[in-house]
C-alpha cells in the first residue's frame, strides 16, 4: 500500500513585479513579495505530489515561488526531524510534521508550465496553467487550446418544422485557456508505478463576453452608465455557450483515454457547480437506476422497453467512462455537509473540482486505489464585503483541494 496526493490550486493572477497583466492592474514590489510568501505558506501546506495551477502568467514568477517553498521545507524539516543518531527519529509524528521539497534534491519532479496562446501586451494578458509533479512526467506533457479542426455544435430543427432547414450553429476554434495532458507514474502500491493521467483545465468564466466593433474604445454593454440588461445577458450566454464547448472538448479527451483503459483524474477551475452543464459533460451522464422502465429508442408499441440484458448493459457502458467528483465523494463519507472553494457577495461555492475514474472509485471490486481523505484551504476567502483587504488582491479568491489518495486496494481495473 502506498500514498499520494493531487491537488488543484487556482493562484489568482501570478506575475512578476512591475508587470501590467490586466489594464492597470501589476504588483509592486512589496505586493508580490507578500503574494509570493502566501503561496509558499500554502504550497507548504498542501505538501501535495501533484499540483494543477490555474492563472499563471510567468513561469519565472511560478518557479521562485516553489524554490521559496522549497527553502522552506528544507528549514522546516532540519528544525523539526531528529536525525538517525536519535533512537526516536522513527516515530510517525515525525513521519507527519516532514515536508518534501517539490523541485529541490528531487532529480524525477518536474514542472510544466502552458502560456496562453493568446497572450498579448502589457495590460492585455491572458494566463495559463502548470503542472507540478514530483513524480516527474512519463513522457513530453501535451498541451490543447487550439483546436486542430474548429468545433461546429449545429442546432437541430425544432418538431413541427418542415424539411431540415438550417437551424444555426455555434463555432469554436480555440479554447479561452489551455488544457494539460500529463502521464504521471504514481505509486502502484506494490512498490512499482503505474501511469496516472492527469487533466489540467481552467474553462471559460461567467464573465459575460461583450462584443465591441472596431474602431470602438470598449464595448457598448460595458457601460455600466447606460446599463444595457439584455446585451449584459447575451454576454453571459456566450460565456455559458463557450464554457461548455469547452468542457466537450475535454471530455472527448477524457474518453480516448478510458477507451484505452487509463485511470484519468481531472481537476482545475471549472467556473461551474459540480450539478452544472458543464461539470456534468466533463463528468458523463449518470445511469437511471432502471432502464427496463424506458421506452426503447425504437419503440413501436407502449410496451417496447429495453430488456434486464440490455439495462444491465447500458449501466455498465455509462459507468466505464463515467468520472465522479472528490468532494462529492468525501461528503459521502464523512459527517461534512458543505464545502466551498469561491466566496462573492454571500454566495459560497464549489468551482474548484478535482474528478477520477472508477478506477478509484470505492465501491469498485477492481480498483487500483481510493480517496482516503479530501482537503480543503478556504480560510483566507472572504466575499467581497471588506474591499480594503489585501488578501482580496494578492491572497487567491479561490480555496485550494487536495484529494489524498491510497493505492494498491484492488486489482487492475
Partial sequence: ????????????????????????????????????????????????????????????????????????????????????????????????LAVTPYLADNPDAALAFAPNVADGEPGHRRPGNAILSRFGFAEPVQVLQDLPEPLIVPFSALRGMDGNSDAGHFRLRRLSRPILKARI?????????????????????????????????????????????????????????????????????????LNDGNPVMVLGDFNDGEHAVSSEIISGEVPFKNYGWMLRHDAQTPNDRYTDEENEQITRDIERVRLHSAEKLFVRKSARDMVYTSAFGGVFESIDQIYMSRHFHPDNARKLGQMEYFSVLNDHLTDGSHPEAPYNKLASDHGQIIAHMVMGDGADA
Wanted: glycine share 6%.
Fill in 1 to 96: 500500500m502506498s500514498r499520494f496526493t493531487i491537488a488543484s490550486f487556482n493562484v489568482k493572477n501570478l506575475i512578476g513585479a512591475d508587470k501590467e497583466y490586466y489594464k492597470f492592474q501589476e504588483y509592486t514590489p512589496e505586493e508580490y513579495a507578500w503574494k509570493r510568501d502566501w503561496m509558499a505558506d500554502q504550497l507548504l501546506t498542501m505538501n501535495s505530489d501533484i499540483i494543477g495551477f490555474q492563472e499563471i502568467f510567468e513561469e519565472e514568477a511560478l518557479r521562485d515561488v516553489i524554490e521559496e517553498t522549497d527553502r522552506r521545507a528544507i528549514a522546516s524539516n532540519r528544525a523539526s526531524i531528529p536525525d538517525q543518531s536519535k533512537g526516536y527519529h522513527r516515530r510517525a509524528i515525525f513521519r507527519r
Fill in 185 to 257: 507514474p504514481v505509486p502502484d502500491g506494490a512498490g512499482g508505478t503505474r501511469i496516472l493521467t492527469v487533466f489540467n483545465c481552467h474553462l471559460k468564466s461567467k464573465l459575460g463576453e461583450l462584443p465591441q466593433k472596431p474602431g470602438d474604445p470598449y464595448p457598448p454593454a460595458a457601460d455600466l452608465t447606460r446599463y444595457d440588461p439584455v446585451a449584459r445577458a447575451m454576454g453571459s450566454l456566450r460565456a455559458a455557450l463557450r464554457r461548455m464547448a469547452e468542457a466537450w472538448v475535454l471530455r472527448t479527451e477524457i474518453i480516448e483515454e
